[in-house]
T-cell receptor, first 112, second 117 residues
Framework: GESVGLHLPTLSVQEGDNSIINCAYS??????FIWYKQESGKGPQFIID?????DKRQGQRVTVLLNKTVKHLSLQIAATQPGDSAVYFC???????????FGRGTSLIVHP | DADVTQTPRNRITKTGKRIMLECSQT?????MYWYRQDPGLGLRLIYY???????NKGEISDGYSVSRQAQAKFSLSLESAIPNQTALYFC????????????????FGPGTRLTVL
């Protein structure tokens, strides 16, 4: 597996600001992506997904953007709230499988 | 997610001990997974099972074994625990991918924090 440092990328924002969390994926053939949110002491939870035939998908306060040219996903959270503090993971399918491969994650810290 | 439960939630054990982590689900899903999470790293797949008679190794299966006792139960065993198996362990379930979906949407349990001294 990937060897990385012990510290997650961290994004600190003020309550009410918009947050943008980025994710680079590895497989240009990936056709579906999911964002998960993991709160402290809990397992990851599904937030939103996007298919590769879309550039943008909106949910409640969240928007995911997909740029297939540079293999980049972003998760935008509008009017960030303290309850949004968590680690956010993007996931793409493993090669030849429906099983997801997870990114390292980004820690979002929301200051009141 | 209360639909996926894990026991124990925390466990401290000693090197060389055999440990079993249990997972139960009420979601009716056929697919179950065990992941390991270490600080600063993403989730790494240990084993997965697509139905009761199906067991598959994941990315990091060495030192682990699993048993799929029923559709709803999937247990992970460490035959002889070692300190570098100290980690957070998650069980997950998924249904068959929906039409047009290219990756399983997984539902995770609350995790088991395992410490091997």
């Amino acid at each position: 597996g990937e060897s990385v440092g012990l510290h997650l990328p961290t994004l600190s924002v003020q309550e009410g600001d918009n947050s943008i969390i980025n994710c680079a994926y590895s497989n240009s053939a990936s056709d579906y992506f999911i964002w998960y949110k993991q709160e402290s002491g809990k397992g990851p939870q599904f937030i939103i997904d996007i298919r590769s035939n879309m550039d943008k998908r909106q949910g409640q306060r969240v928007t995911v953007l997909l740029n297939k040219t540079v293999k980049h996903l972003s998760l935008q959270i509008a009017a960030t709230q303290p309850g949004d503090s968590a680690v956010y993971f993007c996931a793409e399918p493993s090669r030849g499988s429906y099983i997801p491969t997870f990114g390292r994650g980004t820690s979002l810290i929301v200051h009141p | 997610d209360a639909d996926v439960t894990q026991t124990p939630r925390n466990r401290i054990t000693k090197t060389g001990k055999r440990i079993m982590l249990e997972c139960s689900q009420t979601k009716g899903h056929d697919r179950m997974y065990w992941y390991r999470q270490d600080p600063g790293l993403g989730l790494r797949l240990i084993y997965y099972s697509f139905d009761v008679k199906d067991i598959n190794k994941g990315e990091i299966s060495d030192g682990y074994s699993v048993s799929r006792q029923a559709q709803a139960k999937f247990s992970l065993s460490l035959e002889s625990a070692i300190p570098n198996q100290t980690a957070l362990y998650f069980c997950a379930t998924s249904d068959l991918p929906t039409s047009g979906g290219g990756v399983d949407t997984q539902y995770f349990g609350p995790g088991t924090r395992l410490t091997v001294l």
